[in-house]
């Protein structure tokens, strides 16, 4: 089955330094690949997204992910963490042919400190 | 642009009763679907409906289903509540496929 893995439920940085959120996906066909944040008692935003058409893709609030298809990773990450930053963040995928269906990791908590 | 309706946001229900969750979807967005929130285990898939047709489906009972209107808007149903069954549902919508889902605030449902 097609899915995602997040690496650390838990990350935590100081302001001012880079996040690096892991996700790793696994599928036999190219994937269509998502990144959201969740803040409290909030819905889900997207951050950005992977549609094959370039693999370093960039998003919203400062964020880029870097599609490796060699790798079979798309990591997010922001050059300099902001205390706004602290959410919960999902990746996902949808897999070609697979309906519209997204299917998301279990969420990396990121912490930022001053 | 309006976003994805949720309504309601917070309903508290006893054992054994049935719930209605709505969702109006972003003006033109005909897939809509419906995901379930628990910490225990994350975000689930319930169901996805594109043009009133489920396309989709997750793997969850039969106490769970869902319909869709001709104008996108659509509702979840859960019958005979369970204890389990208190989570955050969220609906989302798309514009077409692969496109990445809006989502809304979501229903915090708690059975007591």
């Known amino acids: 089955a097609q899915s995602v893995t997040q690496l650390g439920s838990h990350v935590s940085v100081s302001e001012g330094a880079l996040v690096l959120l892991r996700c790793n996906y696994s599928s036999s066909v190219p994937p269509y690949l998502f990144w959201y944040v969740q803040y409290p008692n909030q819905g889900l935003q997207l951050l950005l997204k992977?549609?094959?058409?370039?693999?370093l893709v960039k998003g919203i609030n400062g964020f880029e992910a870097e599609f490796k298809k060699s790798e079979t990773s798309f990591h997010l990450t922001k050059p300099s963490a902001h205390m706004s930053d602290a959410a919960e963040y999902f990746c996902?995928?949808?897999?070609?042919?697979?309906?519209?269906?997204?299917?998301f990791g279990t969420g990396t908590q990121l912490k930022v400190e001053l | 642009k309006a976003g994805v309706t949720q309504t309601p946001r917070y309903l508290i229900k006893t054992r054994g009763q049935q719930v209605t969750l709505s969702c109006s979807p972003i003006s033109g967005h005909r897939s809509v679907s419906w995901y379930q929130q628990t910490p225990g285990q994350g975000l689930q898939f319930l169901f996805e409906y594109f043009s009133e047709t489920q396309r989709n489906k997750g793997n969850f009972p039969g106490r769970f289903s869902g319909r869709q209107f001709s104008n996108s808007r659509s509702e979840m149903n859960v019958s005979t509540l369970e204890l389990g069954d208190s989570a955050l549902y969220l609906c989302?919508?798309?514009?077409?496929?692969?496109?990445?889902?809006?989502f809304g605030s979501g229903t915090r449902l708690t059975v007591v």
């Open positions: 989302a919508s798309s514009l077409q496929e692969n496109y990445g889902y809006t």
């Open positions: 992977y549609t094959s058409a370039a693999t």
């Open positions: 996902a995928v949808i897999v070609t042919g697979g309906g519209n269906k997204l299917t």
